[in-house]
């Protein structure tokens, strides 16, 4: 994907259809925006029929492990056989939900691009964290937990998700998003060799998509409820 391009990535998470797939066949080539669509597991392959040849395809999990006794599990050389390209890891509901650590959160973004996936890695403080000030000091140990300890010429997406933000209609405010982008970015650009994208999620739709991506270092935006409105995604794919 060129560096210059903006990436919109939707997160279905355990929602959509086959259905919705098909009215997603109907979206438009988005001029400046690479589009990134992750589904349910089981939508993987349909999706890859379905689905305009623009639009990649991601997951929205991986297991840790790359193989063995892990009934349930799906390995990231599994999503890879699908034409799958990206995966979204360390996803606040993986988190909260699922116990996931930064721990695992690294390992899984190893198994990852050790099957040529692009990880999308998910960040962000809590409510609370936000209320205490932490914010900067979250995001610091969640990078140093987990993107800090890949090799440095690896290809990787960061998604910078106040967990407050997502699915709440809430949103930080400009200034806010500007000042944590560039904290990450600073932060990321100490480590890697390129320009790692940064993208901003929580509570983004078709009506504020062009103010945030007007936000310095926001590469891009990753959409859960809007993502699963044909006609919202595809405005905010063309935004
Ligand atoms: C998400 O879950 O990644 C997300 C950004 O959700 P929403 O857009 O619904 O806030």
Redesign the pocket.
Known sequence: MKNNNKIIAA?W?MNGSEELMKEFSQLTRAKRNDIIICPPFTFLDSAKTILPDFIKIGAQNCSEEEKGAFTGEISASMLQEKSVSHVLIG?S?RRTLFNETDDIILKKVKTAIKSKLTPIV?IGETLSEKEANKTLQVLDSQINGSLAKIEPNEQVIVAY?PVW????GLRPDENEIKETHLYIKTKLNQHFDTDIPILY????NSENCSQILSIDNVGGL??????LKKHDFNAICNC
């Open positions: 997160n998470k996803h509901e998910c998700e933000a997502i699915g709440t999620g929580g509570s983004a990753l959409v859960g409820g809007a993502s």
